[in-house]
C-alpha cells in the first residue's frame, strides 16, 4: 500500500506556471510508475502525464506536451508536475496515481490515488 499527497495547488493566471507535488508513504516508491490525471467539472478524469520507475520514461498527453514537465525524485518519494503556459482548460482538479503493474493513460492502470488538488487558470 502506499499513501500519495498531492500539494502545489492553486490559482494562477493564464500564462503562468504551477508546479505540483505529490509525496508518496508505504512502500518503496521505486516500485511504482507515476503518474498525473485531471478532472474538470463535469468532465471524465483524463491522463496528463506518467513516468516510469526510474524516470527514464516519460509520456504526455498531446494538451499538454510541451508545457508541462513530469520529474521525480526517488530519495525524496516525491513525483513533480511542472505546468508553464498554463491556460483556462487547464482548470482542473489534478490528482496523482501510482502504479504496480505496467501503467498506460488509462486511469484503471493505477492502483492508488491522492485526495487531489485545485488548480485554476483564470484570464
Known amino acids: 500500500q502506499v499513501q500519495l499527497v498531492e500539494s502545489g495547488g492553486g490559482l494562477v493566471q493564464a500564462g503562468g506556471s504551477l508546479r505540483l507535488s505529490c509525496a508518496a508513504s508505504?512502500?518503496?516508491?521505486?516500485?511504482?510508475?507515476m503518474g498525473w490525471f485531471r478532472q474538470a467539472p463535469g468532465k471524465e478524469r483524463e491522463f496528463v502525464a506518467r513516468?516510469?520507475?526510474?524516470?527514464?520514461?516519460?509520456y504526455y498527453s498531446e494538451s499538454v506536451k510541451g508545457r508541462f514537465t513530469i520529474s521525480r525524485d526517488n530519495a525524496k518519494n516525491t513525483v513533480y508536475l511542472q505546468m508553464n503556459s498554463l491556460k483556462q482548460e487547464d482548470t482542473a482538479v489534478y490528482y496523482c496515481?501510482?502504479?504496480?503493474?505496467?501503467?498506460?493513460?488509462?486511469?484503471?492502470?493505477?492502483?492508488?490515488w491522492g485526495q487531489g488538488t485545485q488548480v485554476t487558470v483564470s484570464s
Open positions: 508505504g512502500r518503496t516508491f521505486s516500485n511504482y510508475d
Open positions: 513516468i516510469s520507475r526510474f524516470g527514464s520514461t516519460t
Open positions: 496515481a501510482a502504479s504496480v503493474g505496467y501503467s498506460t493513460s488509462r486511469p484503471a492502470s493505477f492502483d492508488y
